[in-house]
């Protein structure tokens, strides 16, 4: 999700709602020479008022996810900087649920008869001839 988008649209949304308050002051500040109601000044007000909370609720909202969306990458970066930096061993495989770092099953070997050598009898007599 794009929050910085969310958040430089309600600050767009709140610099027109800014120009509205003003309109509303001013004609607050003259004598009605308008045929418009009181009532639906009022009304007018009140949603420029809403207007005004929907968009500082939305941007809360925005920077209340990008902050958890920044810690997360921090910590999956950080996760990513542990696992280069650790030479496990081979074959070890992580567990998805604990991340713990499994050894691979240790492979079982079987005993291979022990081969002496045939002792072989020594005979110089054969060399000085």
Same mark, same amino acid.
């Not at 709602?17 to 509205?20: A, N, S």
């Not at 649920?97 to 499994?102: I, L």
């Not at 054969?126 to 001839?129: E, S």
């Given at each position: 999700?794009?929050?910085n988008?969310?958040n430089?649209?309600?600050?767009q949304?709140?610099?027109a709602?800014?120009? +509205?308050e003003? +309109?509303?002051d +001013?004609?607050?500040?003259q004598d009605?020479?308008h045929?418009i109601s009181k009532?639906d000044?009022a009304?007018f007000?009140d949603h420029?008022?809403r +207007?005004?909370?929907?968009?500082?609720?939305?941007?809360?909202?925005?920077?209340h996810?990008?902050?958890?969306?920044?810690?997360?990458?921090v910590?999956?970066?950080a996760d990513?900087?542990?696992?280069?930096?650790?030479?496990p061993?081979?074959g070890?495989q992580?567990?998805p649920?604990?991340?713990?770092?499994?050894e691979?099953?240790?492979?079982s070997?079987?005993r291979?008869a022990k081969v002496?050598?045939e002792?072989?009898e020594?005979?110089?007599d054969?060399?000085?001839?």
């Open positions: 999700m794009n929050f988008g969310v430089n649209l309600m600050r949304q709140l610099g709602i800014k120009d +509205l003003e +309109l509303l +001013l004609d607050s500040k009605p020479t045929t009532e000044i009304l007000k420029v008022d +207007l005004k909370k929907v968009c500082e609720t939305a941007m809360a909202i925005s920077q996810y990008q902050a958890i969306d920044k810690a997360e990458a910590i999956n970066e990513n900087e542990e696992e280069t930096s650790i030479h061993v081979e070890a992580k567990t649920s604990t991340g713990v770092v499994k691979p099953a240790k492979r070997r079987t291979k002496e050598p002792p072989v020594e005979n110089f054969d060399l000085l001839d």
